[in-house]
C-alpha cells in the first residue's frame, strides 16, 4: 500500500509495474512518466487499485491494464497523456468510478477485455471519449457518466449503455454531425450488440449492427 507520494519515471520505465500475481494499491499520489505509459498492469491474478491519484503526462497511456490482469480505478485525475487515459487489452479488466478522464488521446480503449464504467466525467479528449472493441468476448457497462467525448463501439462487443449524460456542465449536448443529424454514439460492424437504457445519447447504428432501447 503506497500513500501520498509523487512519483516520476524517467526513460522508458512504467513508473508503476505490477505483474507476477502482484496485489497493489495506491491512494492519493501524483504520477507520471516521460517515454511510457504511467501504470502498467499484467499478468494473470495481477492486481491494482488506484483511490485518489493524479495520473498524468504519460508518452502513452495513463494505466495500462494487459494479459488477465484486473484493476480498480475510483476518484483518480487522468489527463495529458499521450494515448489513452485507460487501456485495457488481452482479456483485462476494469472497474472505473467517479474519476474524471481528460485532454488525453483518447479517454477510454476496451479491446478485447471487460470494463465498468459508473459515474465517470469524461470530456475534452482529443478524438473519442471511450473505443470499445475486439474479436473475442468485450462486455462494458457505462452507468451515470458525463460525457462530452464520442462513443465509439465496434467488432464482436456487447455494451450496455445506461442513464448516461451526453452533455457539458452548461447542459449542452455535444456529439458529432453527419447526414443523419447528430450522434454521441457510433455503433458499427456486424455482430456489435448495444443495449440502451435512459440517457440522453443519440446513437447511430451502421454496418449490420443490432441494438435495442429498453424502457
Not at 516521460?34 to 495520473?55: D, K, P, Q, R, W
Not at 462513443?151 to 455535444?174: C, H, P, Q, W, Y
Amino acid at each position: 500500500f503506497v500513500n501520498g507520494l509523487s512519483m516520476s519515471s524517467a526513460g522508458s520505465f512504467h513508473c508503476i509495474h505490477a505483474a507476477g500475481m502482484a496485489a497493489v494499491s495506491f491512494e492519493k499520489c501524483d504520477i507520471s512518466a516521460e517515454n511510457a505509459a504511467v501504470c502498467l498492469v499484467s499478468g494473470l491474478f495481477t492486481s491494482c487499485c488506484m483511490y485518489g491519484c493524479c495520473i498524468h503526462d504519460g508518452s502513452r497511456q495513463g494505466i495500462l491494464i494487459a494479459a488477465h490482469a484486473k484493476a480498480t480505478l475510483v476518484r483518480n485525475a487522468i489527463h495529458s497523456h499521450l494515448g489513452e487515459g485507460v487501456r485495457v487489452q488481452e482479456e483485462g479488466s476494469a472497474i472505473l468510478k467517479s474519476n474524471v478522464i481528460r485532454l488525453n488521446l483518447r479517454g477510454v480503449s476496451v479491446n478485447d477485455s471487460s470494463a465498468t464504467l459508473l459515474s465517470n466525467n469524461i470530456h475534452s479528449n482529443k478524438t473519442v471519449g471511450v473505443a470499445v472493441k475486439g474479436e473475442k468476448s468485450v462486455h462494458v457497462l457505462m452507468k451515470d457518466n458525463t460525457l462530452t467525448d464520442l462513443v465509439m463501439i465496434n467488432g464482436r462487443a456487447e455494451a450496455t449503455l445506461e442513464d448516461n449524460n451526453f452533455g457539458s456542465d452548461s447542459g449542452e449536448i455535444k456529439g458529432l454531425d453527419n447526414s443523419r443529424g447528430r450522434f454521441n454514439v457510433l455503433v458499427g460492424d456486424t455482430g456489435t450488440d448495444v443495449t440502451l437504457r435512459g440517457g440522453n445519447g443519440v446513437v447511430l447504428f451502421c454496418d449490420g449492427a443490432t441494438g435495442r432501447q429498453c424502457s
